[in-house]
């Protein structure tokens, strides 16, 4: 009987397609080594976007594809993963240990855009990425509630010169909302406010971070233009809605980030549909492909859509959001899908290119 050969190893590999790099494993290159021993099989995977929860079942297909080769006695399919570090602007001072940075911003308020930035950020520390979350609304920050930190919860200091991140559910988060009482009115003008941001950011010893999330404040104002001439921003999710008000607001936050060479990664939809709790009627009441469109506009993709849900607003509310609560759950896969797609698409990007200086002119 004829041996065992590295084309026969490489086509049962390729019967699987990684549902996130939405190919083989071959093609995306992610097979690092293949070892043959008699009719023993070894492989070697690496992966690069955070795996540690799906790793053991991809494993398990693999070996069971591998076992299924004529003369194949055994297989073991060893499977690593690793973040790595993308700049849109190489040019500018990366934050000491944080590999990248992703705004999550919208047009406007209302949208969802809170809720979802802190389950994106519990599902990509499920999947074993270390994460940080910083709330940028510096006017009504929310996230200290919905990460349930408890009234009157100040960071520690280090020196009286870094703020340590309060943790929460296993990823590290910063708000204004630490630093003042719940009903403070935060009555500052743009530059203030650009200032507290630039602040927070870079006097919170963050330590080694795989994705540090923004919750940005909504719209195309002072603290969007900061952060993206004086931070290297990886890439930027636009949060919208189905309805076109929203969606018209939406495009003018994408226009903003290419403007400034931040690359729209995807658009996450909330409220795209309601299912009556009764019935199960499914109903699209805000529109329907709303940001499909949008993001077959602007070469980008849709990241996730979620429904409009009591269960989504009830955890938020309760300071364990939906992906902390029952990381299984129907709407937290959601979440978790978007998140990998997310994580992907960063992971694959083009980057590199330089931000331009921002000009004012009539069109």
Request: glycine share 18%.
């Given at each position: 009987m004829a041996g065992l050969t590295h084309s026969q190893i490489e086509a049962a590999l390729s019967g699987y397609t990684d549902p996130y790099l939405e190919t083989d494993l071959i093609s995306a290159g992610c097979v690092r080594d293949i070892r043959i021993d008699g009719s023993a099989i070894e492989v070697d995977i690496h992966l690069n976007y955070p795996s540690e929860y799906l790793k053991d079942g991809i494993a398990q297909v693999l070996q069971t594809s591998l076992e299924n080769i004529d003369g194949c006695q055994s297989a073991r399919v060893y499977i690593t993963w690793e973040v790595q570090e993308h700049?849109?602007?190489?040019?500018l001072e990366a934050i000491a240990g944080v590999k990248?940075?992703?705004?999550?911003?919208?047009?406007?308020?209302?949208?969802g855009k809170s809720t979802t930035s802190v389950n994106l950020a519990l599902a990509l520390a499920k999947d074993g990425a270390k994460v940080g979350l910083l709330d940028a609304d510096i006017y009504g920050p929310s996230q200290g509630i919905m990460l349930g930190i408890e009234e009157g919860t100040r960071p520690e200091t280090i020196d009286n010169k870094w703020f340590v991140p309060v943790e929460a559910h296993g990823i590290k988060s910063m708000s204004m909302a630490y630093l003042v009482t719940e009903s403070t009115p935060m009555v500052?003008?743009?530059?203030?406010v650009s200032g507290a941001l630039m602040q927070i950011l870079t006097q919170t010893q963050w330590g080694e971070l795989d994705y540090l999330l923004i919750d940005m404040p909504p719209g195309t104002g002072d603290i969007q233009l900061t952060l993206s001439q004086k931070f290297p921003v990886s890439g930027a999710v636009i949060v919208t809605t189905p309805q076109d008000i929203a969606l018209a607001d939406a495009r003018?936050?994408?226009?903003m980030f290419n403007k400034v060479n931040i690359p729209v990664l995807g658009m996450i939809e909330n409220m795209s549909m309601h299912i009556c709790s009764q019935c199960g009627h499914a109903e699209?009441?805000?529109g329907q492909d709303g940001a499909e469109r949008l993001a077959e506009t602007y070469q980008t993709k849709v990241l996730g859509s979620l429904p409009l849900s009591t269960y989504i607003r009830k955890q938020s509310d309760e300071g364990t959001p939906v992906v902390a609560a029952d990381d299984c759950s129907e709407v937290s896969m959601m979440y978790r899908h978007a998140a990998r797609r997310l994580a992907v698409t960063l992971a694959t990007s083009e980057m590199g290119q330089k931000i331009p200086d921002i000009q004012i002119s009539d069109d």
């Open positions: 700049k849109s602007q190489s040019a990248n940075i992703i705004a999550i911003a919208s047009g406007k308020g209302g949208v500052w003008r743009g530059p203030m003018k936050g994408v226009e699209h009441i805000f």
